[in-house]
Structures are given as structure tokens and as C-alpha cells.
């Protein structure tokens, strides 16, 4: 008898250990590295800059080296807006702006704040944060990282950004689901050195020809105001070398990793992912030159010459996770949030002197709407001070917000407003014709999309939209998509949705200012770059879709990683899972790995469009 207790005893306590086992199973490694603001494009380029980039002369050779070992989703498109934050969210939520409900950059109007002693409702704006973000049915947004968590409550996450709001985005959740944070402001605690505050977008360290390289002035004056703010914006190398150093102290399973300095620079000199922009032309002083031809500020050169360094960095990581022996046979995801363009209108400084709040006008190229509708007499004086009255711009995307006491009362004001701007024309010089240079969205157009432009609802919130109550996120009343590469003004002497604050003389006259050579938000930007590689997933496949057929979306991140790991994202999600389209064409799974049954952690209710 004592024989058949003891090994019926010693099997309950086998399969007891073995359920621990398998509940407790060791989290796979996951990184996820954006290039932020990387268009498609520039992939198709050769050294110089120039269309038909190939083996050997490829201007970013080690992306290329890294798609040799991936699932390249050649043909993809982020969403409306095309933007940082609300992209970043979508990759990592499988949602978009319709069901997470981000739809600026760094600065969102939550709430009117009743003033104490005027009664006047003044803008409650705030960084976008996981906390306050809902789907379209109420839930509390998900994200990879609480997924991942939950299925291996023992792992560890981390986060090293070269934006250090879109890490406070995720960093300020209500659970601490990142373990591990690493900024240009946040950095110490890793041992590592300041990331420098001179570093030069233009002329950078890999630049083996600075001395013969020429830029406007208008890139030197902008890049300057950038380069020597390291704590906001430090420099790929930076960013890379702490990541490396976090995975050898840390070894933390699951991450992401943005470098920010593809977005930064091209900001501040202008795009060149479109070779057809630019043309050889002679200039005084400096010879021939690429220069734009919409925008005479923007030389070819130093552009090509910040995207090489980018690409370096970007090698400089890829291959110090490769020599890892921890990450050697990781899950590694490589995308962009948005593409950029170069801005037609630009001021230069003495313009930006010039300039007053509301007299500004730029003549044939006017985008100043601040001051339409200051001229159609659909501002108040309370409103001309942004009190009532609250307009957030990113270079090509703005949202508009009026106070009201009710939602109708509100759509009043945008219509009037509307109706101005859908009047007011600009001068193409190039195409010499006179055109909008901007599409503006009420709110009836974002529930119903607008063909060609957006989907049904893709910029309108169920549970956002329609809110006039205190205490939660405000929709916008219009919203102002530019075209044709025109630029919305900065307010308040700075570009708010980049930190890129203008010198102190011109930012007392608090102008709305045409401050940057690039930007993104709006249409024109869309066409990203995604790619996923680890086991299971095929080496060297480009899946094209030039067409859209197949709809490739940033949302597919959350969603395809989902389901290569097993995780359960509890929100809404619009994604699509691609682990299917990325399995190895032989049908002999490669890189296997051993997956186990989960005995905890029970499925809860899902929520799919």
C-alpha cells in the first residue's frame, strides 16, 4: 500500500511541477525598434540619393541588411493623423486614432478649466498618456506590454527613446508594465555619459566630406536650435549605444526603441525622399547644387547626408543585438510611424521679425487661418488670446477646439469657420494655378470619412467625440488636413508638437511663424516602412501591395505579434494579423520555438470591430 501511495504521490506532485512549468515559462525576447519619420522611399535609394538603389549601393545599407533577415511589408501605410504619438500608440495597441483617441502630437486639449477669478474657460492641455486613452466601446486601451506581461508575469519590459514624451506616453500607465525607462533626460541611473548638445544634423560625425558639403541658412539656423538640446533630442548613436548597454546589465524581455534623429532632422532640413524634388541649379557662392524646387531653403546634401547617419546607427544596434547571445534568435520589429515632406512656404528670419499675431500676411502663400478668421470677425477677444478657444498644429495637421456650453453651439462656431477657410486660396508657383491648401474636416466628415482622404470614422471617437463634459479628452471641432506640401503656422514662438522652441526675440511677438523645411500629418505622409524578423517568419520575403489591396497598416504590429506570441490585447483593435503571410515559403518552419500551453491567465472578453 505504502509502495502505491508514494508513487500516486510522487505523479500528483510531478504533474503539480510540471503545470508550475509551464505557467511559469520563459518569456521569448522581443524588440521593437521604430525609425521615426522614416518615409518608404528613402529604401529605394542609391548612395547619392538618387532612384535605383541596388546591392552594394544602397543609400541605407544596413535597414537592407536587416531586411535579408526579415518579412518586409513593403506597401504599408500608417493612420490619420500621420503623426508620432498616435502611431507609436497604434503599433503597440493594434488600434488607431478612432480607438485609442490620440490625436496630436505632445499636446492634446483635455479639458476647459474655468478660470477663478474671471469665470473664463481657459485650455487644460495635456501629453498624450495610456491612462486617459479609451477604445470605442469604453475600455481602457491595451497594449503589448500589458499583454506580454500577463502572459509571463515574470519577465521584464523596457523602453529607450529618443523622444521623451512618447516614453512618458506608455511610462505614466497606472501599472508599472515597463520596467526599465531610458531617455535623453533620464539616463543616469544606466551609467551612461550626457548625450551631446552640439550635435550637427548636417555635418554629422559620419559625414566624410563636412567641409565641402553646403547648406542654406535656413538649415543652419533651424538645425541649430535643435542639435544643442540633447536631453530632447539626442542623436541615434546616443540612443543605440544605451539600448545595447540596457540589454547587457538588464536582459530584459520585451522592448522598444526609438530613434528619433531620421524625424528631428528632416524637421529642420527638409526631406529627400523624393529625388524628382530637386533639381541641379547653380547658386551664388556655392555652385551647383541639389536644391528643392519648391523650397530653395532645402539642399539635397546635408539631408542625404543625416540619413546615412541614421543608417549607421541603426547598424551599430541591429548588430550588437545579433552579437547577444540572449537575442541572438529574438522576435526583432523595424518600422516607421509617418513619412515627410518638405514644406513649400517657409519664413526667414527677418520675416519672422516682421510678423505680428494677426496683421500677418504672407500674400500669394498665406496659410495664416488665425488671421482669416480674425478678418471675417469670427474671433472674439477672449478667443484672438486663446481663451475659449484652443488651436493645436503640427507643420501639416491642425485641430481647432471652441468652448461651448453645448456640442451645438460649438458646431456653430466651426461652421462659420469652415466656411472661411474652404474660401481661401494660395498660389501654386509651381503648378500656376490658384488652389486650397487645406482640407478641413468637421465633425459629421470624421464619422462619415471622406473618400480618398480618410475612412469611415477613422478620425472620429465614439466615446470622445461627442463629449462637452468636464474631466476627459475633448474632440476637435475641425480638423485641418494641409495639401500640396503647404504648412500650417507655429504659435506661441515655438513648434509646440516638436519642442522646438524659436529664440527668445522672435518668440516675444508670439507670431504664427512657417517655421520648418519638413513636416507630416496629413495625406502626403502616410507611406511607412515594416518589416518583422524571428522564428517562424520568412528570411529575405518583400510582401508587395502596391495597390493597398491587402490594406498593410501600422495597427498589424500589435495584432501579428499577438498572435506569433500568444498574447490576448483586450481592447479594440483594427490591425490584421500577418503571421500567415510570413511564414517560410517551404513550409519547413524555421528558427522553431517550443511553445507550451497556458494554464492561467484566462481569455477574457474581446472587443473586435
Known amino acids: 500500500m505504502k509502495s502505491v501511495f508514494a508513487r500516486h504521490l510522487f505523479l500528483s506532485l510531478l504533474v503539480i511541477c510540471l503545470a508550475a512549468a509551464v505557467n511559469a515559462q520563459a518569456a521569448p525576447k522581443v524588440i521593437v525598434i521604430t525609425i521615426d519619420g522614416l518615409n518608404a522611399q528613402y529604401l529605394d535609394l542609391d548612395e547619392n540619393g538618387n532612384p535605383g538603389g541596388r546591392a552594394g549601393h544602397w543609400l541605407m545599407p544596413n535597414v537592407h541588411r536587416y531586411l535579408e533577415d526579415a518579412s518586409w511589408f513593403k506597401d504599408t501605410k500608417d493612420w490619420l493623423p500621420s503623426a508620432t504619438d498616435m502611431n507609436h500608440l497604434s503599433a503597440f495597441s493594434g488600434g488607431n486614432t478612432s480607438e485609442h483617441g490620440i490625436n496630436q502630437v505632445s499636446a492634446m486639449l483635455f479639458d476647459w478649466t474655468m478660470g477663478q477669478d474671471d469665470g473664463k474657460p481657459y485650455p487644460n492641455i495635456k501629453s498624450p498618456v495610456v491612462d486617459f486613452c479609451r ?3 469604453g475600455n481602457r486601451v491595451d497594449t503589448l506590454f500589458k499583454a506580454f506581461h500577463r502572459k509571463y508575469p515574470d519577465s521584464t519590459s523596457f523602453c529607450v527613446s529618443g523622444k521623451e514624451w512618447v516614453a ?8 508599472p508594465f515597463i520596467n526599465y525607462f531610458v531617455t535623453g533626460g533620464f539616463y543616469e541611473w544606466l551609467g551612461l555619459p550626457a548625450p551631446p548638445d552640439d550635435y550637427r544634423y548636417y555635418d554629422p560625425a559620419t559625414d566624410d566630406n563636412p567641409i565641402l558639403d553646403s547648406e542654406s541658412r535656413a538649415q543652419l539656423f533651424l538645425s541649430a536650435l535643435s542639435e544643442r538640446d540633447g536631453k530632447s533630442f539626442p542623436p541615434d548613436w546616443w540612443v543605440a549605444k544605451a539600448a545595447l548597454k540596457l540589454l547587457d546589465v538588464k536582459q530584459p524581455d520585451l522592448g522598444f526603441i526609438l530613434l528619433a534623429e531620421c524625424d528631428d532632422l528632416q524637421h529642420v532640413l527638409g526631406s529627400a525622399a523624393y529625388p524628382e524634388d530637386f533639381t541641379r541649379k547653380w547658386v551664388p557662392l556655392k555652385g ?17 547626408d543625416g540619413m546615412k547617419d541614421v543608417d549607421a546607427a541603426f547598424g551599430t544596434l541591429w548588430d550588437g543585438i545579433k552579437a547577444r547571445p540572449a537575442y541572438q534568435d529574438a522576435t526583432v520589429v523595424v518600422y516607421s510611424d509617418h513619412g515627410q515632406i518638405t514644406h513649400r512656404n ?29 478678418e471675417a470677425g469670427l474671433l472674439t477677444e477672449d478667443e484672438k ?10 507643420t501639416s495637421i491642425g485641430v481647432l477646439h471652441w468652448y461651448g456650453t453645448d456640442l451645438s453651439e460649438r458646431r456653430a ?8 477657410m474652404e474660401d481661401h486660396y494660395v498660389f501654386n508657383e509651381q503648378t500656376r494655378r490658384w488652389e486650397t491648401p487645406w482640407i478641413v474636416l468637421n465633425q459629421l466628415e470624421m464619422q462619415e470619412g471622406i473618400p480618398g482622404v480618410c475612412g ?14 468636464h474631466g476627459t479628452l475633448h474632440w476637435p471641432d475641425l480638423i485641418i488636413l494641409m495639401k500640396e506640401r503647404w504648412q500650417l503656422p507655429s504659435l506661441g514662438g515655438m513648434a509646440r508638437n516638436i519642442g522646438v522652441e524659436l529664440p527668445e526675440r522672435l518668440a516675444a511677438w508670439v507670431a504664427p511663424v512657417n517655421a520648418l523645411l519638413g513636416g507630416h500629418g496629413s495625406t502626403d505622409t502616410q507611406d511607412i516602412f515594416m518589416a518583422f524578423r524571428g522564428p517562424n517568419i520568412a528570411r529575405g520575403k518583400v510582401l508587395s501591395d502596391p495597390y493597398r489591396l491587402k490594406n498593410h497598416r501600422i495597427s498589424d504590429i500589435a495584432v501579428t505579434l499577438e498572435s506569433l506570441l500568444g498574447l490576448n490585447i483586450y481592447s479594440n483593435t483594427v490591425g490584421a494579423d500577418r503571421a500567415a503571410d510570413m511564414k517560410p515559403a517551404t513550409g519547413i518552419i524555421a528558427n522553431p520555438i517550443i511553445t507550451t500551453p497556458i494554464l492561467a491567465n484566462p481569455i477574457l472578453p474581446r472587443f473586435r470591430r
Open 413 to 420: 462656431k466651426a461652421r462659420a469657420a469652415e466656411e472661411v
Open 456 to 469: 469611415k470614422g477613422e478620425l472620429w471617437h465614439n466615446i470622445f467625440g461627442e463629449n462637452n463634459t
Open 135 to 137: 477604445d470605442s466601446s
Open 346 to 374: 517657409m519664413d526667414n528670419v527677418l520675416q519672422m521679425l516682421e510678423k505680428s499675431i494677426f496683421d500677418t500676411d504672407d500674400g500669394d502663400q498665406d496659410t495664416n487661418f488665425l488671421r482669416l478668421l480674425d
Open 385 to 394: 488670446n486663446m481663451v475659449g478657444f484652443c488651436p493645436i498644429l503640427a
Open 288 to 304: 551647383f547644387e541639389d536644391v528643392c524646387t519648391y523650397n530653395e531653403n532645402a539642399f539635397k546634401e546635408g539631408i542625404i
Open 168 to 175: 512618458e506616453m506608455f511610462m505614466h500607465d497606472l501599472s
